[in-house]
């Protein structure tokens, strides 16, 4: 069983981007490329920088880290790039 990750974008606009994969180099590859897999909501916005990835698990958990980060306010987003906030536990 592979781990999953979850990962954090940063757009050219400063937006930052949450999201799950087994690979995250290769998940960052397809948003840069604005390759049909990529997300629709990151074309057009690069250039795109990885900021934070961190193993997670499984996919359950990866999904529900995902849930809760994408409704955190940006500066809890920020925090946890700069190492200053752990991710909560996923239950």
């Known amino acids: ?6 990962y954090l ?3 050219a606009r400063g937006d930052l981007y949450a999201g799950i994969t087994t690979d ?3 998940r960052f590859g397809e948003h840069q490329a604005g390759a049909p897999r990529g ?15 961190a193993g997670v698990g499984d996919r359950r958990s990866a999904l529900r880290l995902e849930w ?3 409704r955190w306010p940006r500066e809890y987003k920020e925090a946890l790039i700069r190492g200053e ?5 996923p239950e």
């Not at 069983?1 to 979850?6: D, G, Y």
């Not at 997300?39 to 990835?53: F, I, T, W």
């Not at 906030?85 to 536990?89: F, S, V, Y």
Request: aromatic share 6%; proline share 6%.
């Open 24 to 26: 995250v180099e290769r």
């Open 9 to 11: 974008i940063r757009t």
């Open 1 to 6: 069983m592979s781990e999953w990750h979850l």
């Open 85 to 89: 906030r752990l991710l909560p536990d």
């Open 39 to 53: 997300a629709r909501s990151l074309r057009g916005k690069g250039p795109l920088v990885l900021e934070y990835q």
């Open 68 to 70: 809760r980060v994408k």
